[in-house]
């Protein structure tokens, strides 16, 4: 079951037809950037992801800054968090499969794990819905490998519309 839950900022300006290059703009600036760093720095980061994807005319470099912004904001008051690791990579051998995959952040706190997973564009959230059954697979494997690897930590999955500012908890269900 997904619940959506927060907003992030709205200020997100997008074109109605959203090309591949922005998720992946996204994605990569979302996954590299902290708070910490230098507002001048973070602002370089981001004009150059966006020239890089060639999504420059797309998205504003200032307001994938924003998202950014309220992102790790959201994510640190939801969560409480004391460390956050992007481009998180888990493997296991499971029976004769070798299981590998990357979650785009892990939030690590308070015995708590959080794999973060950014979702495609869902044109404005009408499609969230479709987004997050693309992803139940992935968030499956990625459920299994942090349980046997962290068998004491609680583990939440999370799925973050980076471009919408959204964000959808998935809820075990007891009842399939």
Same mark, same amino acid.
């Given at each position: 079951m997904a619940t959506r839950s927060g907003s992030l900022d709205p200020g997100l300006v997008l074109h109605l037809l959203a090309r591949p290059g922005m998720d992946a703009a996204a994605r990569a600036f979302m996954r590299s950037d902290t708070m910490e760093r230098? =507002?001048?720095d973070r602002m370089t980061a981001s004009r150059r992801q966006l020239a890089f994807h060639d999504v420059e005319d797309q998205i504003k470099p200032e307001a994938l800054l924003r998202q950014?912004? !309220?992102l790790?904001?959201? +994510?640190r008051q939801k969560f409480h968090s004391d460390a956050v690791y992007p481009a998180?990579? +888990?493997q296991q051998r499971i029976g004769k499969r070798q299981v590998e995959l990357q979650v785009d952040m892990l939030l690590d706190g308070q015995g708590e794990l959080v !794999?973060? +997973?950014f979702a495609p564009f869902a044109e404005g959230m009408q499609k969230w819905r479709e987004r997050c059954a693309a992803l139940l697979s992935f !968030?499956?494997?990625?459920e299994r490998l942090l349980q =046997? !690897?962290?068998p004491d930590s609680r583990i939440q999955i999370v799925i973050v519309f980076p471009l919408e500012g959204q964000l959808v908890v998935l809820e075990r269900s007891e009842s399939l």
């Open positions: 230098p =507002e001048e950014s912004t !309220a790790q904001q959201m +994510l998180f990579p +888990l !794999a973060v +997973l !968030a499956g494997w990625t =046997e !690897a962290y």
